[in-house]
């Protein structure tokens, strides 16, 4: 590490820790946390690349906050609450600015939900941000993938297809009407669904948060639980903003398809339905998209089968190219 690594770190990511489980943060060689009694740790990591996971150009508040956010998913999607993150940031020059601008992104977020950045690493090179994230959950509740069986009802959460219509209006470089910003905002800036997971870890059957796309993604959760899914398009809640701008079919596309919204997919015995009334948290929508079968994953509109264009983004089948 240069004097000029150091005092970029020492500026932008030496903070003192919020929690009081961190007992040694930034700054010494490594990190030392204190778990908390009868807790279990969950521990993901996440990395965007400039180029593969936003665009060329995206403000650098909008990738230290996008960094965070599609961690803290992972978080939500599991029921844990997060705690505290290491950062690996390659950048490729030791501009000030963008640091500082990551970092005010980065913070942004980590404060609203009580996360301590305690350590990492910061080289240059291509523009690439890892963060490894970890939460705690209570010693027997936590949600997995694999947990869904024939008969649960599937939800969704939010407005699934925003993210994805948010990105083709960067890239078309729409004007900015105020759907239009709406769209663009809940591509930069995705709402993790921590609250809704920390709220549905006993009751869910299973989940996952939606990052490739809804059916790809719903393709995944039904692998690990052994079963299928009947989709209902008409159900699927679409996007008045998107709407406004896009024809109806892109839309349906966006909702099924496109990634990057970082809302969550679960399931829910009927018999559950009621607990998970009372327990959904204020200005989280949730809504009922099928139920699982025994086996595939299917759409149906207007009652009759329906085959989707495509499912979703997959870094290595090169099926379409990376934004
Ligand atoms: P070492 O040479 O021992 O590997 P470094 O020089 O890479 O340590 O880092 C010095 C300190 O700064 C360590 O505590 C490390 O965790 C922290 N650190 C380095 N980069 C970052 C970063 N991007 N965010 C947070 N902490 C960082
Ligand atoms: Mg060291």
Known sequence: ??????????????????????LLSVGDDAAVVAPPAGKR???????????VHFPHGTAPEDIGYRVLAVNLSDMAAMGAEPAWMTLSLSAPMADE????????GLFELADRHRVDLIGG?????????TVQIAGWVESDRWLTRSGAQPGDLL?????PGEAAAGLAVVQQALPLTPAAQHLRRRFLRPEPRV??????????????DVSDGLLTDLDKLCAASGCGARVDIDALPLSQPALDIFPYEACVDYALAGGDDYEMIFTVAPARLADLAGALP???PCTQIGVLTGNSVECLRAGQPFIPGRRGYDHFAQREPPP
């Not at 590490?1 to 961190?22: L, N």
């Not at 740790?41 to 180029?51: E, F, K, P, S």
């Open 195 to 208: 609250a809704l997971g920390r709220a549905v870890r006993s009751i869910a059957s299973s989940a996952m």
């Open 155 to 159: 939800f969704v959460s939010g407005v």
């Open 41 to 51: 740790l969950v521990v993901a990591m996440d990395t965007i690349v400039a180029g």
């Open 121 to 129: 690493d910061t080289v240059k090179g291509p523009l690439v941000a």
């Open 97 to 104: 600015a963008w640091f500082a601008g990551f970092a005010r």
């Open 1 to 22: 590490m240069g004097q000029g690594e150091f005092d970029i770190i020492a500026r932008y990511f030496m903070r003192k820790a919020q929690r009081s489980e961190v």
């Open 282 to 284: 204020d200005g989280v």
